[in-house]
């Protein structure tokens, strides 16, 4: 099945301690990107990629890092969280560029303690 | 830069009651829009776009470049149609491929 994969679902974590948030897509697609999702402020990209090895900010990139080593996986990465970014976060994937149809996981609900 | 508008956070109307979900752009170019759709406890999903100019439950969207808008509306709508819906627009190809995404608009429909 065509999917976007996002582990963990659910993170409580404390103020500092880092963390990853995986994304998997199995549609061999080229754009992946990160989003967060809060009330009142709809969903905001923190980055994004073209390809591997390709990525770039989007409009709340501070506090958060990526990587695109393989172009199925498209971690996000909490150096040192903060409860600010407590949010929902949503990977998203599609063909070629953000003008694509975007495929998003599941998301995962993360609250920093 | 590209900006999404949409105005409204909520629209409460009744099962057959018209529907008209409001979008605005800001954007140079000759712009793509979305709209995706996120129902209850569920990820969120394309609804339609409108290069295709195709009718998605009921739902269509007419780019007014005139205006910038890209409004979403349904004639009668349906309790099932409850959800948040958002507007987003592309950055287009290369390096400006962010995608912006309006503040969304939580639309219930009552019985």
């Known amino acids: 099945e065509a999917q976007v994969t996002q582990n963990p679902r659910y993170l409580i974590t404390v103020t500092g301690k880092k963390l990853t948030v995986t994304c998997s897509q199995n549609m061999n697609h080229e754009y992946m990107s990160w989003y967060r999702q809060d009330p009142g402020l709809g969903l905001r990209q923190i980055y994004y990629?073209?390809?591997?090895?390709?990525?770039d900010k989007g409009d709340v990139p501070e506090g958060y890092k990526v990587s695109r080593k393989e172009k199925r996986n498209f971690p996000l990465i909490l150096e040192s969280p903060s409860p600010n970014q407590t949010s929902l976060y949503f990977c998203?994937?599609?063909?070629?560029?953000?003008?694509?149809?975007?495929?998003f996981g599941p998301g995962t609900r993360l609250l920093v303690l | 830069a590209q900006r999404v508008t949409q105005p409204e956070k909520l629209l409460s109307v009744f099962k057959g009651a018209p529907v008209e979900l409001k979008c605005n752009y800001s954007y140079s170019g000759s712009p793509e829009l979305f709209w995706y759709v996120q129902y209850s406890r569920q990820r969120l999903q394309l609804l339609l776009r409108?290069?295709s100019r195709e009718s998605i439950k009921g739902f269509t969207a007419d780019l007014n470049k005139g205006e910038t808008s890209f409004h979403l509306k349904k004639p009668f709508a349906q309790e099932e149609d409850s959800a948040m819906y958002y507007c987003?627009?592309?950055?287009?190809?290369?390096?400006?491929?962010?995608?912006?995404f309006g503040k969304g608009i939580t639309l219930s429909v009552r019985p």
């Open positions: 987003a627009l592309p950055g287009g190809r290369g390096a400006n491929s962010k995608l912006t």
């Open positions: 409108h290069i």
């Open positions: 998203a994937s599609s063909w070629g560029t953000s003008g694509e149809t975007q495929y």
């Open positions: 990629s073209m390809n591997v090895e390709v990525t």
